[in-house]
């Protein structure tokens, strides 16, 4: 089946530690996104990506990084400089531009991130 | 600026009795509304979508939504509440303008009563 995979469920950060939460989606989606979800809060948008090798910043982007080297991942690297980590994490795709854009959004079922 | 609001943190509806959801949107242009369903440490779920033409959209699991261009408002509705309706709903406007992405509402907390 198609879908969109997010590794580990759960992860855990020390104070200064850089994590990668992993996002892989067989889909066959141009666009990729990740959000943050935090009680109350909805879901924010950190970066999004519509093509391979190009990314753009969403609404909370500082202390985050992220890469785009192949159309099916789209890994995101929490860093030490993102000082309110807690949260959980979605990854999404969808057949990006404006030619698609009456399509959905498919959500992988996300990363719960703590501090130590 | 493009925003959605949804007026509601928590809906509590009694089990078998019809159940409203709310959203009001703010866009330039024709809007693509959207409305998704979250479960306790899930992703979010499509429910259904507008993007033209009836203004009465059904979708997934008897779910249905009403585009009032005038009022600016897609609120989700089901005739019959069940249990296990009871869960996180977001509804969300898809803008396309220079970029592509979707805002979501800050999501309706539903509870079924048995």
């Known amino acids: 089946d198609g879908g969109i995979t997010q590794s580990p469920k759960y992860l855990f950060r020390k104070e200064g530690q850089n994590v990668t939460l992993s996002c892989e989606q067989n889909?066959?989606?141009?666009?990729m996104y990740w959000y943050r979800q935090d009680p109350g809060q909805g879901l924010r948008l950190i970066y999004y990506?519509?093509?391979?090798?190009?990314?753009q910043k969403g609404d909370i982007a500082e202390g985050y990084s992220v890469s785009r080297e192949k159309k099916e991942s789209f890994p995101l690297t929490v860093t030490s400089a993102q000082k309110n980590p807690t949260a959980f994490y979605l990854c999404a795709s969808s057949n990006g531009g404006s030619f698609y854009s009456n399509q959905p959004q498919h959500f992988g079922d996300g990363t719960r991130l703590s501090i130590l | 600026a493009q925003s959605v609001a949804q007026p509601e943190d928590q809906v509590n509806v009694a089990e078998g009795n019809p159940l409203t959801v709310k959203c009001t949107y703010s866009?330039?242009?024709?809007?693509?509304l959207f409305w998704y369903v979250q479960y306790p440490n899930r992703g979010l779920q499509f429910l259904l979508k507008?993007?033209?033409?009836?203004?009465l959209v059904k979708g997934s699991y008897g779910f249905e939504a009403e585009f009032n261009k005038s009022q600016t408002s897609f609120h989700l509705k089901k005739p019959s509440a069940l249990v296990s309706d009871s869960a996180l709903y977001f509804c969300?406007?898809?803008?396309?303008?220079?970029?592509?992405?979707?805002?979501f509402g800050k999501g309706t907390r539903l509870h079924i009563l048995p």
């Open positions: 866009v330039s242009g024709n809007p693509y």
């Open positions: 969300a406007v898809r803008v396309t303008l220079r970029d592509d992405k979707i805002i």
């Open positions: 889909l066959n989606h141009d666009a």
């Open positions: 507008y993007i033209t033409g009836d203004n």
């Open positions: 990506s519509q093509i391979v090798n190009d990314f």
